[in-house]
C-alpha cells in the first residue's frame, strides 16, 4: 500500500518536473558543448610560447654579432661582454613574460574546465548514487520498525527504498539537467563579449608585435652569420649549421605565432557559433561546422607546440 | 613610452641597424678599427631592439591582462554556482545519514524494550 503510494508520488513528481525539461539541452548540443570546450583546453600554453620563443630566438643573433669583434681590444672587449651578460637575462625576461601571459589566459583554461563540468554527467551520477544510498537507508528504518511491529503481532510495512530512490534519482537528475541548462547558456552569454576583448587584442597588437617581430630575427641570424663569415673568409660547417638551425626555428616559431592568431580568430567563431546554437532546445542534425574546425585547428596547434617544445628541451 | 612613440622609435632603430649593416658590407677590410666600431654600434642597436620588443610584449601582455581580469569574476562566480548544483547530491546523502541513524536508534531502542 504505501509502495505503491510512494511510487504515485514519485511519478507525479516526475511528471512536474518533466514539464521543464523543455529547456533542457539535447544531447547533440552537449556534445557540441564538450567538444568546445575540449578543443579550447590548452590555449594559455599555446598563446604564450611564442614570447618565450623570441627570447630563445635572439641569443643565437646576439651571440653571432659579438664574435667578430677582437677581444684583444678593450673597447671591443667591453662590448662583447655586455653583449653576452645581456643575451642571458633577455631570454629570461621574455620567458618571465611568456609565463605572465599564460597566468593571464589561463582564465580560459578555467572557462572550458567549468564548462566541462557544467555539462558532465557526474553530477547526475552523484545524485543517483545518493538516492541509492537513500532508498537503502529507508528499508533498514522499514525494517527496524518492522521488528517491533513483528513482536507486537502487527503486519510488517512494505519496503518502499527502491521506489523513493528511483524517484528521487529521477527528480534530482531532472532538477540538474535544468540548471545545468540554465547555468550553461547564461554563462556562454556572459563570457561572449569579454573572450571578445582578449582576442581583439590577439588579433589587432599580438599579432604584429610578437608574430611580426619575430619574423624580423630570421633577417638578424642571417646577418650575424654573413659577417662571422666573411671575418673567417670559409664559414665553419658549425656556424652555418647554427644559422640553418636558427632560421628554420624562426620560421617553426612565427608559424606557431600566425597558427595561434589564426586559432584565435576561430575560437571566437565557434564560441558564437556555439552561443546561437544552444539558444534554443534543438536536435542538431549536424556538427557546428565553427566548432569542428576550431577543435581540428587546435589539435594542429597543439602538435607543433608540443614539437616546438620537445626541440628546444634537447 | 607611449604605444606610438615606441613604434616610431623602434622603426628609427631597424632602419639604424640596416645602415650600419649596409655601411659593414662597403668596407673590405673587415678586420679594421672602422668596421668593427661600426660592429659595436650594430649590437648595441640590437640589443636596443630587442628590449623595445620587449616593451611593446609587455603592452601587449598588460591589455590581456585587463581583458582577462573581467573573465576572471565572471569564472569564479561560474565556479561557486558548479558548487551550488553539487550539493544536490550531497542534502541526498545527508538524508540517507540521517535515516541510517534513525535506523539504528531504532533497533536499539527495540533491542532494550524501550520500544
Not at chain 1, 556538427?287 to 602538435?303: C, H, N, Q, R, Y
Not at chain 2, 573581467?70 to 545519514?97: E, P, R, S, W, Y
Request: with cysteine; charged share 30%.
Amino acid at each position: 500500500m504505501i509502495s505503491s503510494q510512494a511510487v504515485a508520488i514519485g511519478f507525479g513528481l516526475i511528471f512536474l518536473f518533466g514539464s521543464a525539461t523543455g529547456c533542457v539541452l539535447t544531447d547533440s548540443q552537449l556534445a557540441e558543448v564538450k567538444k568546445f570546450s575540449t578543443a579550447s583546453q590548452g590555449y594559455a600554453d599555446v598563446a604564450s610560447e611564442p614570447i618565450r620563443q623570441y627570447g630563445q630566438l635572439l641569443v643565437t643573433p646576439r651571440l653571432y654579432d659579438t664574435t667578430i669583434l677582437d677581444f684583444n681590444n678593450t673597447e671591443d672587449l667591453k662590448v662583447a661582454k655586455d653583449a653576452f651578460d645581456a643575451v642571458k637575462s633577455d631570454r629570461d625576461k621574455f620567458a618571465a613574460l611568456a609565463k605572465k601571459l599564460k597566468g593571464h589566459l589561463g582564465v580560459l583554461d578555467k572557462y572550458s574546465e567549468a564548462l566541462t563540468a557544467l555539462t558532465s554527467e557526474d553530477l547526475s551520477k552523484e545524485v543517483t548514487k545518493s538516492a541509492e544510498d537513500l532508498g537503502k537507508a529507508i528499508d533498514k528504518d522499514i525494517k527496524a520498525v518492522n521488528g517491533i511491529r513483528k513482536a507486537q503481532g502487527q503486519a510488517e510495512l512494505s519496503l518502499i527504498g527502491e521506489a523513493v530512490s528511483s524517484a528521487v534519482s529521477t527528480i534530482g537528475g531532472w532538477y540538474l539537467k535544468v540548471r545545468q541548462t540554465e547555468l550553461t547558456k547564461a554563462y556562454v552569454d556572459k563570457m561572449e563579449p569579454n573572450i571578445s576583448l582578449i582576442f581583439e587584442v590577439i588579433e589587432n597588437e599580438y599579432s604584429p608585435k610578437v608574430c611580426g617581430q619575430q619574423k624580423d630575427l630570421s633577417k638578424r641570424i642571417w646577418e650575424g652569420f654573413k659577417k662571422r663569415a666573411q671575418a673567417s673568409k670559409i664559414p665553419s660547417y658549425s656556424d652555418t649549421r647554427a644559422a640553418f638551425d636558427g632560421i628554420t626555428a624562426v620560421s617553426d616559431a612565427y608559424a606557431l605565432c600566425t597558427s595561434v592568431v589564426e586559432n584565435t580568430i576561430a575560437y571566437k567563431g565557434a564560441h558564437t557559433a556555439l552561443q546561437t546554437k544552444l539558444k534554443d532546445k534543438v536536435d542538431l542534425k549536424e556538427a557546428i561546422k565553427e566548432v569542428s574546425d576550431f577543435g581540428k585547428g587546435m589539435k594542429a596547434l597543439k602538435d607543433d607546440y608540443k614539437t616546438i617544445t620537445a626541440i628546444d628541451k634537447k | 613610452m607611449a604605444n606610438t612613440e615606441r613604434l616610431n622609435t623602434l622603426q628609427f632603430v631597424k632602419d639604424a641597424i640596416d645602415a650600419v649593416s649596409q655601411k659593414q658590407d662597403s668596407i673590405d677590410d673587415k678586420q679594421s678599427g672602422e668596421y668593427r666600431a661600426l660592429q659595436r654600434a650594430y649590437i648595441i642597436l640590437t640589443t636596443a631592439e630587442d628590449q623595445l620588443v620587449y616593451e611593446d610584449m609587455v603592452d601587449v601582455v598588460s591589455k590581456l591582462e585587463s581583458a582577462a581580469n573581467k573573465l576572471n569574476d565572471l569564472v569564479k562566480q561560474m565556479n561557486k554556482d558548479l558548487d551550488g548544483l553539487k550539493t544536490v547530491a550531497k542534502v541526498i546523502d545527508k538524508a540517507a545519514t540521517a535515516l541510517g541513524t534513525l535506523a539504528e536508534i531504532v533497533s536499539k531502542a527495540a533491542s532494550a524494550g524501550i520500544l
